[in-house]
């Protein structure tokens, strides 16, 4: 533990959820906030007002104000390379030269689609988006929840180095009609870059005399995309100061843009906006990131739950659980502080989750009576993503809205094995519909949730060190210069590819 804060905040009452209704009859106004069209209800917390004074002052200990100021006005805080983290930059949040040059940039990815709108740098209907990680899986979850089926381009995003994700696409697709869009912040990508190589291959075989004259590369190393063939005018540069896992903001999302219209984008970066002057200016205790930070800190290090599960009662959000892991778990998994020293607390929980209702008939089984204590979230969408007619969404919303009574209310019965504890928490987020600018808001929120938490644990969350390693090792396996790694793995080695390989 960093504070004594942390010991007051240990031993803080555990009153059962059903005592804290009971004690304050205002309890859903008081712990349900609303912003840009999300209701956000944490009353099914153990929060209350002792709590959150609590966290308070370790946030003014840690000087919360002064981390967010210093964020938000880009300076270097991501201390271990040495840059800002400016991704609010992106949507008119931030140091006034960082914000000017996202806009242009913006102008430039603008200009790029209406350009192939008309037409003359080929008759695309289809695009492949290559990308992995931060560059996949923002412009991929946003394009499932947002898209209405009846777009002009069809788009298909494609990360892993197995074939077998790529080779459907390319026998759905004609590469005639194909824009290859090549996301990597890095250029470096391996993955990324292999699977680029063998669409323009694709295309070659297919007839296409300049298969890079259809490459559009979405990146902050641009002079990388330059050397690797793709011409500079179809060259959409992002900031180095934008993180990979934060980057949908940026040109990353320019396949995204082109599929549903550039407006979205558009609307995408005013619902952002709005969720960061909320986060700016809102007192903590009123403050939707950081009383959800709270919330998550208090089950982390009081209650010790090791992971946080996340269930979107809409299948449009299908993505969003995954797009959270990486969020997460690649800015918060860490086990030093700012200062290099053992992180003392719990790090970033484990996030899991699906889609409601199936979860409900598969894993909540462990959420209502396993030894485990999960703090679980419920997303939903008061407007429904279908004209199936009521029904449906009535059944969905109740079955969402049940699961979270469920956990908390528990039910008691003599016979063990039909006992529910109950007491168990949930936060449920409320969206009236499911729009580019209330996804916007949505995601921004869960960028600083994430960003107070890693404050709250004096931890940097804009580095990512722990994914280098893997890659060094994938690259020395490959390059089979005769250095052997352990045994076991050179027994695998050889038993998929033969021995002496
Ligand atoms: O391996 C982790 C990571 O570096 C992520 O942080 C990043 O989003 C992803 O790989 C892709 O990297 P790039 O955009 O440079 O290809």
Redesign the pocket.
């Known amino acids: 533990m960093t504070s004594d804060q942390w010991q007051t905040i240990k031993a803080l009452p555990q009153t059962p959820l059903v005592s804290l209704f009971d004690e304050d009859p205002d309890r859903v106004a008081n712990f349900g906030l609303e912003q840009a069209g999300i209701y956000f209800d944490f009353s099914k917390t153990h929060l209350d007002a002792t709590a959150v004074q609590a966290f308070d002052k370790l946030a003014d200990e840690l000087d919360l104000a002064g981390r967010v100021n210093a964020l938000l006005s880009g300076e270097p805080i991501n201390v271990s390379e040495g840059r800002a983290a400016e991704h609010s930059a992106e949507r008119g949040t931030g140091n006034p030269a960082s914000v000017d040059n996202a806009a242009m940039l913006h102008q430039r990815m603008k200009s790029l689609i209406e350009v192939i709108e008309t037409g003359v740098l080929g008759d695309f209907t289809q695009i492949i988006h290559l990308?992995?990680?931060?560059?996949?899986?923002g412009p991929k979850m946003l394009h499932q929840a947002l898209k209405l089926g009846d777009e002009k381009y069809e788009l298909a995003v494609v990360s892993n180095i197995d074939g077998a994700a790529l080779e459907p696409v390319l026998e759905r697709f004609t590469a005639a009609k194909t824009l290859l869009v090549v996301?990597?912040?890095?250029?470096?990508?391996a993955e990324?870059l292999l699977n680029a190589h063998a669409v323009l291959d694709w295309m070659r075989e297919d007839g296409v005399a300049d298969p890079l004259g259809q490459v559009v590369a979405l990146?902050?190393a641009p002079e990388q995309a330059v050397e690797w063939g793709v011409d500079e005018t179809r060259i959409l540069p992002f900031s180095e100061t934008v993180?990979?896992?934060y980057?949908l903001w940026s040109s990353?999302s320019f396949s995204l843009a082109l599929a549903l219209g550039y407006e979205a984008f558009e609307d995408l970066l005013a619902g952002a906006a709005t969720m960061d002057q909320h986060f700016r200016d809102t007192p903590w205790a009123k403050n939707i990131p950081a009383l959800a930070a709270f919330a998550d800190q208090y089950y982390a290090q009081v209650r010790g739950c090791e992971t946080r599960a996340v269930f979107a009662y809409d299948e449009r959000l299908g993505l969003l659980p995954d797009y959270l892991q990486?969020l997460e778990m690649?800015s918060n998994g860490k086990s030093v502080t700012l200062d290099g020293e053992p992180l003392a607390l719990q790090s970033s929980p484990i996030v899991w989750g699906g889609i409601g209702t199936d979860a409900q008939h598969a894993v909540f089984q462990l959420l209502h009576q396993g030894s485990h204590l999960v703090p679980v979230e419920f997303l939903a969408v008061v407007e429904p993503g279908h004209s199936l007619g009521p029904a449906h969404h009535h059944g969905l919303l109740l079955n969402c809205f049940a699961q979270g009574a469920a956990l908390m209310a528990g039910k008691k019965s003599d016979d063990s094995h039909r006992n529910y504890p109950g007491d168990r928490p949930s936060v449920t987020i409320l969206l009236e519909d499911l729009e580019a600018r209330s996804l916007g808001a949505l995601l921004a929120f869960y960028e600083h949730r994430t960003f107070v938490n890693a404050v709250l644990l004096n931890i940097n969350p804009f580095d990512?060190f722990g994914?280098?390693l893997g890659?060094q090792m994938a690259n020395a396996l490959a390059a089979d210069d005769g250095n052997r790694l352990d045994a076991s793995t050179e027994e695998l080695k050889k038993r998929a590819f033969g021995p002496g390989q």
Do not use: C, P, Y
């Open positions: 990308g992995i990680g931060g560059s996949a899986l996301a990597s912040k890095t250029f470096t990508t990324t990146t902050a993180g990979g896992r980057s990353i990486q690649e990512q994914v280098e890659k």
